[in-house]
């Protein structure tokens, strides 16, 4: 008997009954058997062993796609953790759970030994024996009173509580491989032979299922790669982000810093905030040059303003409150409703709009302290946050010059980026037609401007759909920046309005927009990006000055005074070093422009200059080299 398979482009092909996803794929082609390590049926993902049903529509999953890389590295996680029990004993390790993250997997397991780095050599060692044996993974389905009684004779009392908590129609599937069996959902891949690289990467502790009145547990780390290649450039590209890590460097470049006394709330040091103060200028002008007024907002306003913004329905838990006048105040985690009231404080007519209004806002949100990390978690930021007020009308267009806007400032940096359409999340408040009208007037701007995006389904803001810009840094890994969210909801909140040609009051809608988004985040990655060897215009110091000996002190303050002059930041190294000293010092500063001056210099009225990643340029005159750096600056090179 013959059963009808649909594939996903649409073909129907007849197999024999019986047939499982292994066997399609070889149907199709060699190479398609080779590179499968799963399948989908109507949608559910399932083993390469998997039976066909009739009338079924049939996908093959290979190993280049998300969902066989994470079944790849699944595998792997049940490798080190049979691994781990063969080491160190069967009744010695308790196995928790070992699922998939981003970049590779974690076991949890609860063993007395404290392990450390240096035990994951041996569990590595022990994972290529695993491997080697080439051991099929076969799919058992069981009973729950199977699983309890499998689990109980092993002593897993992790397992036996995960059990418990299935859902009581749960299907219940043990994986065996060799000695060694798991509770797990699947797919795996058909046999430990598949693997070919991997690495452990870190022990950490860690409560059992995240809650800390639970044991703590022993957390191993990994990651593997179909290719020895692909493993290789991942651990080239961690290796590379430790000597980019923006903690480490905004210590030794002195830029910004942390205390107990504020956890989780950066302080900026003068040579990171010169950095801050370029950005926002730089964003400034280019505001100026589009119609936006800049406005600054209270801190902390009056709780009620939260409750009419919806805020409060939807982020008190990230909120920070206080009592003044016996009245709840909150810190504001955003600036929006601060300029609604602004927009509300006058009338307007529709000959006005669009209104844009553009604030530097520092803004407070909760952040857990085991969240935290450097910059890029804080618990209090500066938004480059504006609200523009805009007719229906003029919604696209509006939204148009936003994204010209973006793209501007990603170019000047030097950044690629991709884009995201945002859509209606289930905490969403408004109605539905509002909601698809948005939405469409999103998708129609990326489409008429032709730019590639996808589409995150439910990652809306709570009021609007919304645009992100997801930034890639020099390691390609992916930061999302600029945000443009469209906001029918707020306007009505507020009872904002306007006076439209018909003399009738009309709502006003709302676009918010950020191009950092967090200046406190971006900074941090701007650091990583440029490995803190920052562009000309950005760089705290711009030119650093040495003298080859004392005797020329005094010169080097002259040549100073006339570049400072000109809006350039300079030091002078006045110490008694040797110039090999000197040069090293401000190589590892990271200083663009270097100028060494001597007798000829000083008789020249002239500096030798070297600059950072083109060495030795030769003497120039104090004009020459003026005139240089501020077409440089002024080129944002």
């Not at 007020?389 to 030097?414: C, K, M, N, T, W």
Request: aromatic share 8%; charged share 30%.
């Amino acid at each position: 008997m013959e059963i009808n398979v649909t594939l996903p482009d649409g073909t129907i092909r007849r197999y024999p009954q019986g047939t499982i996803i292994g066997e399609v794929a070889e149907s199709i082609s060699t190479g398609l058997k080779k590179s499968a390590v799963a399948g989908k049926i109507n949608g559910k993902l399932v083993d390469l062993d998997q039976l066909i049903e009739p009338d079924s529509l049939v996908e093959i999953v290979t190993l280049d796609s998300k969902e066989g890389l994470e079944i790849y590295r699944h595998t792997t996680a049940h490798v080190m953790a049979q691994s781990i029990k063969r080491l160190y004993g069967d009744k010695a390790v308790k196995l928790g759970i070992g699922p998939v993250i981003e970049d590779g997997f974690y076991y949890d397991i609860d063993i007395e030994k404290p392990l450390s780095i240096d035990d994951l050599a041996a569990i590595e060692k022990e994972m290529e024996k695993v491997i080697q044996e080439n051991l099929p993974i076969v799919r058992r389905v069981v009973s729950r009173r199977e699983a309890v009684m499998t689990f109980e004779e092993l002593e897993e009392p992790l397992k036996l509580e995960l059990i418990r908590d299935l859902p009581e129609d749960a299907l219940i599937t043990i994986y065996d491989q060799g000695e060694f069996f798991d509770l797990c959902r699947g797919p795996h891949l058909p046999s430990t032979g598949r693997i070919k690289a991997f690495k452990l990467m870190n022990v950490a502790g860690a409560y059992w299922r995240g809650d800390s009145n639970n044991k703590m547990l022993q957390r191993i780390y990994g990651t593997s790669f179909p290719k020895k290649t692909q493993l290789e450039e991942h651990l080239h590209v961690l290796e590379e982000a430790k000597k980019r890590d923006h903690r480490k460097l905004g210590k030794e470049l002195e830029l910004f810093m942390f205390s107990e006394e504020a956890p989780g709330m950066p302080f900026f040091l003068p040579k990171g905030m010169s950095i801050r103060n370029e950005l926002e200028n730089f964003a400034r002008e280019l505001q100026r040059q589009r119609d936006y007024a800049e406005v600054r907002t209270p801190l902390m306003m009056n709780n009620r303003v939260w409750e009419q913004s919806g805020h409060w329905d939807h982020y008190k838990d990230n909120m920070y409150f206080t009592n003044v006048d016996e009245t709840i105040f909150a810190l504001k985690p955003m600036n929006c409703p601060g300029h609604m009231l602004i927009f509300k404080n006058s009338l307007h007519s529709y000959r006005e709009l669009p209104i844009r209004l553009s604030e530097f806002g520092q803004v407070h949100r909760h952040e857990l302290s085991g969240a935290l990390n450097g910059m890029m978690r804080v618990r209090t930021f500066c938004q480059d946050d504006a609200h523009l007020f805009v007719l229906p009308e003029q919604i696209e267009d509006e939204i148009s010059r936003v994204i010209a806007l973006i793209d501007h400032v990603y170019q000047v940096l030097g950044f690629k980026y991709k884009v995201e359409l945002s859509t209606r999340p289930e905490d969403s408040m408004g109605s539905e037609e509002l909601w698809q009208q948005a939405e469409q007037s999103l998708q129609n701007v990326l489409d008429k401007l032709g730019i590639d995006y996808h589409v995150n389904e439910g990652d809306g803001a709570f009021y609007g759909p919304k645009i992100d810009f997801h930034i890639l840094d020099a390691l390609k890994r992916s930061w999302q920046c600029g945000t443009i969210q469209l906001d029918f909801q707020m306007p009505e909140k507020f009872d904002l309005s306007y006076i439209g040609e018909d003399n009738q009051k009309h709502r006003p809608v709302v676009i918010h927009r950020a191009i950092y988004g967090s200046i406190e985040r971006f900074i941090g990655m701007l650091t990583e990006h440029f490995a803190g060897a920052f562009p000309l215009w950005l760089a705290p110091i711009q030119v650093k000055l040495l003298p080859v000996s004392e005797n020329y002190i005094d010169y080097a303050l002259k040549v100073k005074k006339a570049l400072e002059e000109t809006g350039i930041r300079i030091e002078v190294d006045v110490r008694n070093e040797k110039l090999g000293y000197k040069i090293r010092q401000a190589q590892l500063e990271k200083v663009p422009y270097m100028l060494i001056i001597g007798e000829n210099e000083k008789n020249s009225d002239s500096v030798s200059v070297r600059k950072r990643g083109e060495g030795d340029l030769g003497t120039k005159t104090i004009l020459e080299v003026i005139g240089q750096i501020n077409e440089e600056i002024r080129a944002k090179k």
